[in-house]
């Protein structure tokens, strides 16, 4: 059994945010229908690094968050488009867009509208800033947010600032923060049979996950200062070169510090009284670096990983993205797995990341073509070959 087994989504969702909310249903179980616009899809269905996947309407960008969904097309702005999304929406328990705040009210099926046709549905919105609030109405994209929210300013150095993270950080953690809510709300409608509208604000998801550093500032009055690689809680804790490249160590305790002056041979600098203490490691720390970076640059960084992990010293290597996702660890844990796509053979996408022990999530479908499971479920609804042939004619499917 899937966890959400016997689940329907309604999947509106274009690009990032939405679809990477709508995957993890999908990978736990749930009936994902994925409704897109005729002839054109999802946006991302042309987005990606392959010219080829783009002219196919399988580009990578689509094709990494669309694993286990059901692809229909349906012209909303059509009478009888919106006749068959109101039948769906009685077969369904969840519907999820990411539209700005307003447009699904004049397609015809705000949260009052569609409640009205299905008490039970739980409804989750998604967007930049929310459906209320002075900038509700603004459009956003992930670098947009991560500007605003505060995140570029606390990423950086002082040669680099500011600076946004390398992936669309506050889509995906939306995307999250929406499955985490549509979760909740089914478990609450199990247990009183409502549903419910769930309001997603990019711009809200992201601040919370810069909560230690925020609360330096909200309750201790410091500013963040751009840091680059070095852990601002720690010292020494950040990145440090080697014989043949960097290592990451995070000595965050004393005893980890001590024991680390130990294995470098510096054992002297547990009594300097600029290291001595982890306040006063904190503030010296750009003296620190270069005096443990000249013991470090003696050995290689498997070397150092090795000793320093063996002696309870957290530590790692910093991979480049293939060697990540190529990893022992990575294989072990099944994160990547290879699905086939009958038209493109076999491609690696990720499984979900929670391991259950009874309702375990697997991708069972690829990445659907698009509308290649309009005639599935418009039979499901009762309209007949006829019935959709016409509906093709009319660019309604």
């Not at 995957?23 to 054109?40: Q, R, T």
């Not at 999820?96 to 949260?111: D, I, K, Q, T």
Request: some cysteine; proline content about 6%; aromatic content about 6%.
């Amino acid at each position: 059994m899937k966890l959400l087994e016997n689940v329907r989504v309604l999947d509106m969702t274009n690009v990032l945010s939405g679809p990477f909310c709508t995957l993890h249903l999908a990978l736990l179980g749930a009936e994902v229908i994925k409704i897109e616009v005729p002839g054109v899809g999802d946006l991302a269905r042309r987005l990606g690094n392959v010219p080829e996947l783009n002219q196919k309407l399988m580009g990578t960008s689509f094709l990494a968050q669309n694993a286990n969904k059901k692809s229909i097309t349906l012209n909303l702005k059509k009478e009888e488009g919106k006749e068959i999304y109101r039948k769906l929406l009685k077969t369904a328990d969840v519907v999820v867009e990411n539209f700005r705040p307003g447009v699904m009210g004049r397609l015809g099926f705000s949260y009052e509208e569609m409640s009205r046709i299905n008490p039970r549905i739980v409804y989750c919105a998604i967007s930049g800033f929310g459906q209320t609030g002075p900038d509700a109405k603004k459009p956003a994209y992930d670098q947009i947010i991560q500007g605003l929210s505060g995140v570029m300013d606390v990423n950086g150095d002082e040669r680099l600032h500011p600076l946004r993270a390398g992936f669309p950080l506050c889509d995906t953690v939306g995307g999250l923060n929406a499955a985490f809510a549509v979760m909740s709300a089914l478990y609450h409608r199990e247990h009183t049979g409502e549903g419910q509208q769930i309001d997603i604000s990019l711009l809200d998801s992201i601040m919370p996950l810069m909560g230690w550093v925020a609360a330096n500032l909200l309750i201790g009055g410091k500013d963040p200062a751009p840091m680059g690689n070095d852990n601002f809680t720690a010292a020494p804790s950040g990145a440090f070169k080697t014989k043949d490249g960097h290592i990451n160590i995070a000595a965050n305790q004393q005893k980890q510090w001590e024991d680390l002056t130990d294995e470098v041979g510096l054992p002297e600098l547990k009594t300097d009284p600029r290291f001595q203490e982890r306040d006063t490691r904190k503030a010296n720390r750009k003296e620190l670096t270069p005096i443990l970076e000249e013991k470090l640059t003696q050995q290689t960084t498997t070397h150092w990983v090795e000793v320093l992990n063996a002696r309870g010293i957290p530590s790692g290597d910093i991979l480049s993205l293939l060697d990540a996702l190529t990893s022992d660890q990575i294989k072990h844990r099944e994160t990547i797995v290879n699905v086939n796509e009958p038209d493109l053979g076999d491609i690696q996408l990720f499984n979900l990341s929670a391991r259950f022990s009874q309702t375990p999530a697997s991708i069972d479908l690829p990445p659907p073509q698009l509308s290649a499971h309009t005639e599935e479920i418009l039979s499901g609804l009762g309209y007949s070959a006829t019935q959709l042939q016409e509906l093709k004619d009319k660019s309604v499917v």
